[in-house]
Each structure stands twice: as C-alpha cells, then as structure tokens.
C-alpha cells in the first residue's frame, strides 16, 4: 500500500520490487491509492506535516480503501490457514 503522491516510494522502486516478487514467483498485490499523500491512513497526518514541513495529509477515503484491502487479505488468508488446521 502506498499514495499515488507518497514521495517516499517512487515508482521505480515499484517496479524494482514488482520484478523482485515475480522473479521469487510470490503472490502479491501493490494498491497505490490514488490522490493519497504519505500518512494518508493518520487522522492526524496533516497537522503532523505541518508541524514537521512534510508532505503529510489524511485521506479518509485513502485509508478505507487501504484496511478494505487489508481486511480482504486478512478474509482469505486466515480462512485458508483456518481449514489447515481443521485437517
């Protein structure tokens, strides 16, 4: 999960650690969250920011977006790992 303006991760090192995860054949998922800023999931993101001269903003949307598909990868892995273990 990253911010589509999160300064921090880059798109190249998007595309490094995409080939990273195709070249160990690892499933995986990069969500770059659009409009969204570094900290994006921080209520307090903003003033954080100012405070510090960063590039810091809340987006509510953003971070719904980011525990939806946090919440879904949580959904599937542990029911996975749940029949597992009744096996």
Known sequence: LTGEYDQYVLPDHIKTFEKEMAQAKAKYQVLVLKKAYPSFANP??????????????????AADQSWRAVYRLFDRKLKKSSNVAKN
């Open 44 to 61: 307090l993101a903003g003033q954080i920011g100012v405070k510090y001269q960063m590039p810091f903003s809340y987006s509510k949307q």
